[in-house]
């Protein structure tokens, strides 16, 4: 009988490792940074992006706007659909404008973008939040599968994003920042809204990767017009 015992302790024991590996994985904070090249006071916030970039639990991304351009300097890495999803955060956290350098976490709350101590304190905030998310899952053939689970109303947004993780080196020859070298980490070179999730299981076709360096993929399920992160995932 003792032998028994011993003999179901140590087989439930055993399957202690795998119950905790199948267990869902906790979702990261996002933190989103806008900024650019042509911006003289972006720097400090690329530096704070870039330690960002290492924290466990944070999904750092840094995408780079448009309007600066104007100064001399044509960012490299600058998109206008960067800047629209910044504006669309504007309307959505009912600011009076757009502005270089902004932090936006989970879509919730923003802050200067070098404000080290209010950043640090959005992400602990937003962590203490975290809810429940749909399993989000990147399949063959480049498909991606969101999972069931509670939708808002209206459903959301499934985006795409792909950026590459290296530090990247920019020298500055013209503008506010001309005879400077930048480094910046994370910047997203590719970003899709793939369609709507309504709460049911829903499959996305990926479009095609941007040729050159190797990127990583992160996906990004979020209420529309530049509302709040419901789930993230990278890879």
Not at 12 to 34: D, G, I, M, N, W
Not at 81 to 89: D, H, I, N, S, V
Not at 136 to 152: F, N, T
Request: charge should be positive.
């Amino acid at each position: 009988m003792r032998r028994t015992a011993l003999a179901l302790a140590l087989f439930f024991c055993a399957l202690l490792p795998a119950a905790a590996s199948a267990a869902p994985a906790r979702q990261p904070v996002v933190v989103e940074l806008y900024t650019s090249q042509g911006c003289s006071s972006c720097a400090g916030a690329d530096e704070l992006l870039n330690g960002l970039a290492d924290k466990p639990g944070v999904l750092a991304l840094t995408l780079a706007v448009d309007y600066w351009n104007y100064l001399g300097w044509t960012d490299t890495f600058a998109r206008p659909e960067f800047t629209a999803r910044q504006k669309a955060y504007m309307q959505k956290l009912a600011l009076r404008e757009v502005y270089t350098p902004q932090i936006v976490v989970d879509g919730r709350a923003q802050a200067a973008g070098a404000d080290a101590k209010e950043v640090d304190s959005l992400i602990r905030k937003a962590r203490r939040e975290k809810r429940a998310a749909p399993h989000i899952r990147l399949l063959r053939h480049g498909r991606l599968r969101v999972g069931p689970g509670r939708s808002p109303s209206g459903g959301a947004d499934v985006w795409l994003v792909r950026y590459d993780p290296s530090l990247q080196e920019v020298a500055v020859d013209k503008g506010e920042n001309r005879g400077r070298t930048l480094q910046q980490r994370n910047v997203v070179r590719q970003l899709v809204k793939l369609g709507r999730w309504r709460g049911r299981t829903h499959t996305f076709t990926l479009p095609p990767a941007p040729k050159g360096r190797p990127l990583k993929t992160a996906v990004l399920l979020q209420v529309p017009e530049g509302g709040r992160i419901l789930a993230a995932w990278s890879r």
